[in-house]
């Protein structure tokens, strides 16, 4: 488990500040394998996880989707065969806070423990 992943996603209100440049810069040094990208014009951050079959991927989806509900913070899902894309941002902010970058780190966490 990370430094990020041990943290809780705190409520986020439409008036939270979206993380800087520089705390981004600093952030996602800890979760490596995602990828900030711009889309619609909201900051969001997106990795692909790959599996062998169809189940698999949906186990993992159906496992994101529990520790998303649990942090109250929600992601976007495409499960498809053997992969599943994972996309986190706030919405209430149209960009990216820290909780992003904690359920990032979770949604590690659990393709590591599968
Ligand atoms: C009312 C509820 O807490 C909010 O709508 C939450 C739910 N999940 C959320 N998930 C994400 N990714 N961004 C949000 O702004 C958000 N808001």
């Known amino acids: 488990m990370s430094d990020l992943s041990a943290q809780k ?3 986020c209100r439409a008036d939270a500040p979206r993380v800087s440049d520089e ?3 600093v952030l996602i040094k800890q979760i490596p394998d995602w990828v900030p990208e711009v ?3 909201i900051m969001q951050l997106e990795r692909v996880f790959k599996f062998k079959n169809f189940k698999l991927a949906l186990e993992f989806t159906n496992k994101v989707g529990a520790m998303a509900e ?3 913070h929600h992601p ?3 499960t498809e065969w053997g992969k599943v894309t994972v996309t986190w941002w706030s919405h209430s902010i149209k960009g990216l806070h820290k909780n992003d970058f904690v359920c990032a780190a979770k ?3 659990v393709f590591a423990a599968l």
């Open 107 to 109: 949604t590690d966490d």
């Open 23 to 25: 705390e981004l810069a």
């Open 39 to 41: 889309r619609d014009g």
């Open 70 to 72: 649990d942090e109250g």
């Open 9 to 11: 996603c705190e409520a």
């Open 76 to 78: 976007g899902l495409l």
